[in-house]
């Protein structure tokens, strides 16, 4: 299994509201990523988990909040989201053979988020 | 701060054709990988290219590297349709622990 998956493809939430994304993979992959993509825009990175320790939060606001239950687990609470926030949410994972050096990322097709 | 800028921004080219794009950056890196993303899916690795490599292929791409100039370039040769989507190098900086900072993508076109 070669893949990342992502739930809901889509979703549609408003700024009171508190909702999750979830995403999986079965790649023995121990880093895995939260970015956000603005349209026309490179994905931007949030989260990095490393062996299901968060190691890398790029100044998101705390209205984010990321969890890793297991390695093969990532999800991505969301509350009182602003408008702004509307994005292409993208997971990746990574099977971190090297601490210090990048490897490929496996990305997920993404859950489009809008908040109203 | 920003660490690969892209060009051409947008490239339009007809199948069979040869498309090339350019991307640089600031600092050293460990490796440069690019990545494709068709419209609003999510991102497919193409390519990695290590700091000590040169030049590599994989089928019709073929990506190089300069670290003295701090650039790499990616060039699919006899496009098709189907290779039209955008296109981001991402680059794996030295000593940040495996993080990638994407360029501003290219958006290529091939029409039939």
């Known amino acids: 299994d070669t893949e990342v998956t992502q739930t809901p493809k889509h979703l549609v939430m408003g700024m009171t509201n508190k909702k999750s994304l979830k995403c999986e993979q079965h790649?023995?992959?121990?880093?895995m990523y939260w970015y956000k993509q603005k349209a026309k825009k490179p994905p931007e990175l949030m989260f990095v988990?490393?062996?299901?320790?968060?190691?890398i939060n790029e100044s998101v606001p705390s209205r984010f909040s990321p969890e890793c239950p297991n390695s093969s687990l990532l999800n991505l609470h969301l509350h009182a989201l602003q408008p702004e926030d509307s994005a292409l949410y993208l997971c990746?994972?990574?099977?971190?053979?090297?601490?210090?050096?990048?490897?490929?990322?496996?990305f997920g097709p993404g859950t489009r988020l809008l908040v109203l | 701060s920003q660490q690969g800028e892209e060009d051409p921004q947008a490239l339009s080219i007809q199948e069979g054709e040869n498309a090339t794009m350019n991307c640089s950056y600031k600092t050293s890196i460990n490796n440069l990988q690019w990545y494709r993303q068709n419209s609003g899916r999510g991102l497919v690795h193409l390519i990695l290219i290590r700091s000590n490599e040169r030049e590599k292929h994989s089928g019709r791409l073929r990506v190089t590297l300069d670290t003295s100039k701090k650039s790499s370039s990616l060039l699919i040769t006899a496009s098709r349709a189907a290779d039209t989507a955008s296109y981001f190098c991402?680059?794996?900086?030295?000593?940040?622990?495996?993080?990638?900072?994407f360029g501003q993508g290219t958006e290529l076109s091939v029409k039939p």
């Open positions: 988990y490393s062996y299901e320790k968060l190691s």
């Open positions: 991402a680059t794996d900086i030295y000593n940040q622990g495996g993080k990638l900072i």
């Open positions: 990746a994972s990574s099977p971190l053979r090297w601490r210090e050096s990048g490897e490929t990322q496996y």
């Open positions: 790649m023995g992959h121990r880093a």
